[in-house]
C-alpha cells in the first residue's frame, strides 16, 4: 500500500486538518503569518495527524474532537521541529531552509513558543482533561529527554539502553500521546488504548531508528542534510552504538563523541557501512514494527487497523 | 507598606509556592534539576504569584487550586525570560548570568520548553476548563506579541498605541490572565473578575513603564544591566517614544531604531534624562496606577485588596 492508500479511511479527516492549519496560519500580525505559514503549510508527511486520526476511528469517529486533537499533535511537533534545528544547526527541513536559517534564530524561537501555546489551545476545545493532560506533559517529556541526553557521557555499558530511552522520550512519546488522546476521545475501551498506546510506542521506535539508519545510508539529496549528521552533532545512535559494542577496540566513534574528531565522521560512516551493522539495525527497527503490528491484533478489524498495520510497514521501507 | 507586609495576608501561600517551586527543581535527570535550581529558586520578588494569591484571597480561598495556580503563573513567567534573555542577548537575570550564559543557549531554549509544558501541567491540575484554556493561550499572546514588535518600523504616527499593545501582551498579559484565573478559581462573581482583570492590566501596564523608565535613569549596578539597554537592543520604550514626539526635528532615537546607530545610545540617555521626558512617564505610569487602584473599589474590603492596591502603589516607586 502506497501512503495515499494507508491514509484513505480518514482522508476527509486529513482535509479538515489541512484547513485548520491554514486558518492557524492566518494572523493578523503579518510576521507571525509569515511564519506559520512556513512552517505549517505544505510540509511533511502528516504522518502523526495520520496516526491520531486511524486510531480515533475504532469507536465514535468524532471529528468535532478528532480534528483539533490531530491538529494539535502536528502543531506540537513542528513547534519542537523549529527548536530541533536552531539546536542542531540544521540547514534544511522539508526540502527548503530550516525556519532560523530563513527567518533567523530569534523569530524562530518565537514562533516555536507560539506554536507550542497554539496546539495546547488546540487540545483544550476537546474538553477532556485527561486528553489535556496527556497533551500537555508531553513536551516535558521531550524536552526533559533531550537534556537527559545532552548531560550524558559515552558510556558504552549504557548506551544502549540510553539510546531506546532518548528515541523514546523525543520521537515515540509523541505517538504513544496522540494514540491516547485520539482513542480516549472516540470512547475506546480501555484495554484497548493501551494496545493502541503500545502500537505507538513500537512504531515511533521503529520510525526513529529507521530516521537513524538513513542518517549512514540515505541519499543527502532525498534527505536534504549530509551523510553522518548525527555523528557531526555528537549525537550516536543505534548504528554507531552497535558498531562500537560490535569492534570494542576500534575508538573511532568514541573519539567522534568524546575528543568532538569531527574530522572522522566520513571515515565512521564507511566502517559502519562496510560492517554489516545496518542490517542488525534494519532487524531490530523491524522487531518494534511487527510488536507495533501484534498489538493492533486486540483491536476490531477495519479500515483503520489495516492502514495503521500498512504504515508501520511502509514507514520501514522508507528512504526519507 | 514593605513588601513583606504587603505580601502578608498571603505569607503561608508564598510559602506553599516555594515549596513547589522546590519540588519541581528536583528531577531525575541532572542536568534538569540544575538548570530548574539555577532558573527557579531564589529568584525574584514573587510578585505574580502573590497577585495570583491576592486575588484568589477574595472569596473562597482554597490553596489546593491556588497554590498550583500561582506556581504555574511563577513557572511561565520564568520560562519566558530564560528564552527572551536569549533573544535580547541579556547578560544577567536576577543579580547573576542569565541561563543561557551559565548553561549555554541549547539547554537554555530547551529549559524553557520544558517550562512552559510544566507550567501546563501545573494549572491543568485546576481541572477547570476555563482557567486551563486562559492559561494555555497566554504564550500565544506573549510570543506572537514579541513577533509583531520585531516587525514594527519607527512610525511616529503610531509608536505611542505600539508600544501600549507591545506592553500590555508582553507582561500585562501575563498579569491579566493570573487575575482571571485565580478570581475564577476562587468562586468569584463575573463583574468582580472583570474588575480584578482591569487591576491586573493597569498594574502590568504601570509595572512596565517603571522598568522602561529605570532603563534610562536605573542605577546599572542595581538593575544588573547597562542604561540603555533597550534603544541598544533597538527597541523604543515610552522615555524614548515621548521624546521623539516633544523633538520632531532630533533624529538621534531615529538613528538609532532605525539606521542600527548604537553609538549614539549614550547620547539619547542623555538627551531623554535631560528632557523632562522621565517625569512624564511617571505621570503616566502614575495614571495606570490609580485606574489600578480604582477598579479595586469594586472588590470587598480586606485585606487581600488593601496588599492589592499597596502593591501597585509599590510597584511605581520601585528602583529595581
Known sequence: MNLEQIYHPVKPGLELVEAKLAEISSDEIPLLSQLLQYALLKVGKRVRPAITLLCGKFYSYDLELLVPMATA????????????????????????????????KNSALLLGDYLFSRAGSLATT??????????????MTISGGELREGSQTFDM?????????????????LFVMASECASVLSGCPEEQVQALKDYALNFGLAFQ????????????????????????EGASTLPSILYAEKYPKDRTIHAIIVDHRKDLVPLAVEKVRASGIIDDCRSIAQ???????????????????????ALVAFVIERNR
Open 73 to 104: 499533535v502536528e502543531v506540537l511537533h513542528i513547534g519542537t521541529l523549529v527548536h530541533d534545528d536552531i539546536i542542531d544547526n540544521a540547514d534544511m527541513r522539508h526540502g527548503k531552509p530550516a525556519v532560523y536559517r530563513a527567518w533567523g
Open 126 to 139: 476537546t474538553e477532556n482533561l485527561r486528553v489535556i493532560r496527556r497533551f500537555t506533559e508531553t513536551l
Open 157 to 173: 555499558a549504557s548506551a544502549r539502553d540510553s539510546y531506546y530511552k532518548w528515541i523514546s522520550d523525543k520521537t515515540a512519546c
Open 287 to 309: 522487531e518494534f514494527s511487527q510488536r507495533a503490528s501484534l498489538s493492533l491484533d486486540k483491536l476490531p478489524d477495519c479500515d483503520a487497523r489495516r492502514s495503521l498495520k
Open 209 to 232: 531508528i529507521i530516521d537513524d539508519i538513513l542518517d549512514f545510508v540515505g541519499d543527502p539529496a532525498v534527505l536534504g542534510k549530509p551523510v553522518g549528521s548525527d555523528l557531526s
